[in-house]
């Protein structure tokens, strides 16, 4: 009997995942395919325990893969086992850009604190292309993780003349679209 364990769900983009099929029985060789989802690159897949890593997105997305099991006698068994991923929700509090001290800031608030959800702000400079301000890492603050963005003395081709929009994007798949900077 094959048995590729449960459904996984609320997986972290950017996470590693190790599928189980310990749990079937009289398994003598064991092989995985994907049948659903984007593509990953699935390690072990002749072992009980293969592992890949969720790409990062701004969707949940989900995967399915198919345990076949073989035992002693040959004959062939397969379950099935999906997972789920939750993309990191991202949000904009505020956000401005100081012309006397020449200083962005924009602060807002993650769904994960950790040391690879890294969350890059962008201006959105009207005529070109977004611009990277830079980047930071979400942190716990009282229970909430919150990010607080500064670049000070900011380069000249990073300077707003003018109010506009800034957007903030998480490595694990948030994004936060066109939320407007106040021009101080």
């Known amino acids: 009997m094959a048995d590729a364990g449960p459904d996984l769900a609320g997986v ?3 996470s590693s995942v190790t599928l189980d099929g310990t749990a079937s029985r009289f398994a003598s060789s064991y ?3 994907q049948t659903a989802g984007s593509p990953v690159t699935l390690a072990n897949s002749s072992t009980a325990n293969p592992t890949f890593v969720v790409p990062s997105s701004t969707a949940v997305s989900s995967y399915t893969f198919l345990l076949t099991i073989k035992d002693v006698n040959g004959t062939v068994a ?3 086992v999906v997972v789920t991923t939750d993309p990191d929700n991202i949000t904009v ?3 401005s850009y100081k012309r006397g001290s ?3 800031r924009v602060r807002g608030a993650a769904q994960y604190c950790s040391a690879n959800n890294l969350v890059s702000v962008y201006w959105n400079k009207p005529g070109s292309a977004p611009m990277l301000l830079g ?3 979400p942190v716990a603050d009282l229970g909430v993780c919150t990010y607080d963005f500064r670049l000070k003395n900011t380069p000249i081709a ?4 003018a109010a506009g929009t800034v957007t903030v994007r998480s490595a694990l798949g948030g994004e936060s679209l066109n939320q ?3 021009l101080l």
């Open 12 to 14: 972290v983009p950017t």
């Open 31 to 33: 092989s995985w395919t």
């Open 78 to 80: 397969t379950d099935s």
């Open 93 to 95: 509090d505020g956000a």
């Open 102 to 104: 020449l200083e962005w």
């Open 135 to 137: 980047t930071t890492t």
């Open 158 to 161: 990073l300077r707003a003349t």
């Open 180 to 182: 407007t900077f106040t």
